[in-house]
C-alpha cells in the first residue's frame, strides 16, 4: 500500500501520496479570463501524470522564466495523459494572474489563485528549507504520488525526462472516456479521449440552469 500523508503529521514529500482531502479541495482559476471563477480540484487529473508549479507574483526568476515553462507545456498539451498546473500566490504583488499569464503567450498556462496564504505551497516539504524561494514544482504520478519535488524550473530536457518515465508506468489498459473537465460528462478516471464530451448549450450550466440571466421576454441571455 502506497504511503498517504497527512498534513496532520507534517508537509507530503517524495513517496508520499496526496490525501483524498486535499485532491477534493476547491480552488479557483484566475487566467485566462474567461476561466475565471471556475473550480478547479486536484482530483479531476487522478489517472494523469502532473506537472505542478507554484509561484508567487514577486518572485523574479519564475516570472523570467515563463517562457521555457511555456516549451514543457507545448510539449505535452496535446497528451491527454498529462495535465501541466500552475498556482500563482500573493497575486498583485505586483503582479496580476492576467499580467503574470499575457508575460508569455496569450492564455498559456491556466493558472489557479492559492486563495490565502499558501496553501499549496505549504502542502510540500522545500528542498531549499529556511531560504527565501517563493516557487516549487512537483511531479505527481497517476495513483497521485510525488516522483519529485524541485525549487527551481527544470530545463525541457528535465522535465521530459520525468514525465516519460512516469507515464511508463500508467496502466496498460487504458481507460476511455471524455478527459475534458469542463465538459459535462467528464470523467477522472479516463486517460484517452474518446471523442464522447457533451457541453453545455451557450448560456447554460450542465444542470440545464441558465448562467446569463433572463430578459423581460424569459429569454436565457436574451438583451430585453
Given at each position: 500500500m502506497?504511503?498517504i500523508?497527512?498534513?496532520?503529521?507534517?508537509?507530503y514529500?517524495?513517496?508520499d501520496?496526496?490525501?483524498?482531502?486535499?485532491?477534493?479541495m476547491?480552488?479557483?482559476?484566475?487566467?485566462?479570463?474567461?476561466?475565471?471563477?471556475?473550480t478547479?480540484?486536484?482530483?479531476?487529473?487522478?489517472?494523469?501524470?502532473?506537472?505542478?508549479?507554484?509561484?508567487?507574483s514577486?518572485w523574479?526568476?519564475?516570472?523570467?522564466?515563463?517562457?521555457?515553462?511555456?516549451?514543457?507545456?507545448?510539449?505535452?498539451?496535446?497528451?491527454?495523459?498529462?495535465?501541466?498546473?500552475?498556482?500563482?500566490?500573493?497575486?498583485n504583488?505586483?503582479?496580476?494572474?492576467?499580467?503574470?499569464?499575457?508575460y508569455g503567450?496569450?492564455?498559456?498556462p491556466?493558472?489557479?489563485d492559492?486563495g490565502d496564504?499558501?496553501?499549496?505551497?505549504?502542502?510540500?516539504?522545500?528542498?531549499?528549507?529556511g531560504?527565501?524561494?517563493?516557487?516549487?514544482?512537483?511531479?505527481?504520478?497517476h495513483?497521485?504520488?510525488?516522483?519529485?519535488?524541485?525549487?527551481?524550473s527544470?530545463?525541457?530536457?528535465?522535465?521530459?525526462?520525468i514525465?516519460?518515465?512516469?507515464?511508463?508506468h500508467?496502466?496498460?489498459?487504458?481507460?476511455?472516456?471524455?478527459?475534458?473537465?469542463?465538459?459535462?460528462?467528464?470523467?477522472?478516471d479516463?486517460i484517452?479521449?474518446?471523442?464522447?464530451?457533451?457541453y453545455?448549450?451557450?448560456?447554460?450550466?450542465?444542470?440545464?440552469?441558465?448562467?446569463?440571466?433572463?430578459?423581460?421576454?424569459g429569454?436565457?441571455g436574451?438583451?430585453?
Open positions: 502506497l504511503p500523508a497527512s498534513l496532520l503529521n507534517g508537509a514529500d517524495v513517496g501520496v496526496i490525501s483524498d482531502d486535499d485532491q477534493n476547491e480552488f479557483s482559476y484566475c487566467y485566462p479570463s474567461d476561466s475565471t471563477g471556475s478547479f480540484r486536484l482530483n479531476k487529473y487522478s489517472g494523469k501524470v502532473i506537472m505542478l508549479e507554484r509561484s508567487a514577486w523574479a526568476p519564475c516570472f523570467n522564466s515563463i517562457p521555457e515553462g511555456e516549451e514543457i507545456f507545448a510539449k505535452w498539451e496535446n497528451d491527454n495523459r498529462v495535465a501541466i498546473i500552475h498556482f500563482l500566490d500573493d497575486i504583488q505586483p503582479y496580476s494572474c492576467s499580467q503574470w499569464g499575457d503567450t496569450v492564455d498559456i491556466l493558472i489557479v492559492d496564504g499558501y496553501t499549496v505551497f505549504d502542502w510540500f516539504e522545500n528542498p531549499n528549507e531560504e527565501s524561494i517563493a516557487s516549487l514544482i512537483l511531479f505527481i504520478d495513483t497521485m504520488k510525488i516522483v519529485n519535488i524541485m525549487s527551481s527544470p530545463s525541457l530536457i528535465m522535465a521530459n525526462f514525465i516519460e518515465n512516469m507515464l511508463e500508467l496502466p496498460e489498459n487504458e481507460i476511455e472516456g471524455c478527459t475534458y473537465p469542463d465538459a459535462c460528462n467528464y470523467d477522472p479516463a484517452e479521449d474518446d471523442g464522447s464530451c457533451v453545455p448549450e451557450e448560456n447554460y450550466n450542465c444542470a440545464g440552469d441558465c448562467t446569463a440571466g433572463i430578459d423581460c421576454n429569454e436565457c436574451g438583451e430585453l
